[in-house]
């Protein structure tokens, strides 16, 4: 059983939007940081942002000021607001929780591909 589920992910046109959903059980949710990465091909794989189970959020300098993480306490789900999307956010997005800040968490979902166009 995969324990983050993302969705929400697909074809965009440069400066337009995306939300990219991750759904978890309660007690990961509730008991975790959670957060997102991308990865392309080639290249590590990075931290996008993060929310800590207070609400505290961090995001990568390349996506500051467009992107948006929020969390649905009620829904068990991690959002992905994404304004503005540039060719460079092309990648597949993993949700990821884990229970320390700053630290990459051990559970992982499968990805979503989010596709920018020019």
């Known amino acids: 059983q995969v324990p983050l589920v993302e969705s929400g992910g697909g074809l965009v046109q440069a400066g337009g939007s995306l939300r ?7 007690i990961i949710f509730s ?5 997102w990465y991308r990865q392309v091909p080639g290249k590590q794989r990075e931290l996008v942002a993060a ?3 207070a609400g ?28 503005s999307v540039k ?19 051990l559970y992982w979902g499968e990805g979503t591909l989010v596709t920018v166009s020019s």
Do not use: H
Not at 20 to 26: E, H, I, P, T
Not at 56 to 80: C, H, M, P, Q
């Open 31 to 35: 008991t975790n940081v959670m957060g």
């Open 20 to 26: 990219l959903s991750c759904a978890a059980s309660r």
């Open 56 to 83: 505290i959020t961090t995001y990568a300098e390349s996506v500051k000021g467009r992107f948006t993480i929020s969390r649905d306490n009620a829904k068990n789900t991690v959002y992905l607001q994404m304004n």
């Open 87 to 105: 060719p460079e956010d092309t990648a597949v997005y993993y949700c990821n929780a884990g229970p320390n800040w700053g630290r990459t968490g």
């Open 51 to 53: 929310i800590s189970i």
